[in-house]
């Protein structure tokens, strides 16, 4: 595709943003006991509500390459969009996801650690790993933003580092 010609907007990933409602309508379900609170409508909201972030993430996963539906601009809206209500910021797990792709299980890998640090012991290794089943929505927004607020940081590009920095701050006043 040459410069200046935009790409076709791909309508079989629309099926992707319907998630977004169904998900949203399993979370406002759950937290207001809609239609009852017996234990089996409960564990139906809940497996609804689990699918759709699994969803969410492999379109946040998708925007971060830029081909979600075929759009940059639109790949980054909704990548800034589905980060903030996954409290990561969409151009820090870009970075991340990048350099995972450029250094796989590396040192250097950022995305995967502590997996990929050799320098964490194998016990917390154990224990992260278990802990990251069920408190997920903890520990990813810790593992990204390693990347924005460690001083061993690979981020040299004062724009990309004040992008992600203005991300956090959405992230703020969206849930604050």
């Excluded at 629309?14 to 017996?38: K, Q, Y």
């Excluded at 609804?48 to 971060?64: D, K, N």
């Excluded at 995972?100 to 502590?114: G, I, Q, V």
């Excluded at 290794?125 to 390693?146: A, H, Q």
Aim: with cysteine.
């Amino acid at each position: 595709m040459s410069a200046g010609t935009r790409a076709p907007f791909v309508w079989s990933a629309v099926p992707r943003f319907l998630h977004g409602v169904v998900g949203m309508t399993a979370l406002l379900s759950l937290a207001f006991l809609w239609p009852n609170d017996h234990w089996a409508v409960q564990t139906v909201w809940t497996l609804i509500l689990a699918y759709s972030l699994f969803c969410w993430t492999s379109c946040f996963h998708e925007a971060a390459h830029h081909t979600l539906c075929g759009s940059k601009p639109f790949s980054i809206l909704i990548g800034r969009i589905l980060g903030t209500m996954m409290f990561v910021p969409f151009s820090v797990y870009r970075e991340s996801h990048i350099r995972h792709h450029a250094y796989l299980n590396k040192p250097t890998d950022w995305e995967l650690w502590p997996y990929s640090d050799p320098s964490t012991s194998l016990w917390f290794r154990r224990l992260f790993c278990w802990l990251e089943i069920p408190f997920g929505v903890f520990t990813s927004p810790y593992v990204y933003s390693r990347l924005y607020f460690s001083p061993k940081s690979p981020l040299r590009h004062l724009a990309v580092h004040r992008t992600i920095g203005w991300e956090y701050v959405g992230i703020v006043v969206v849930w604050g």
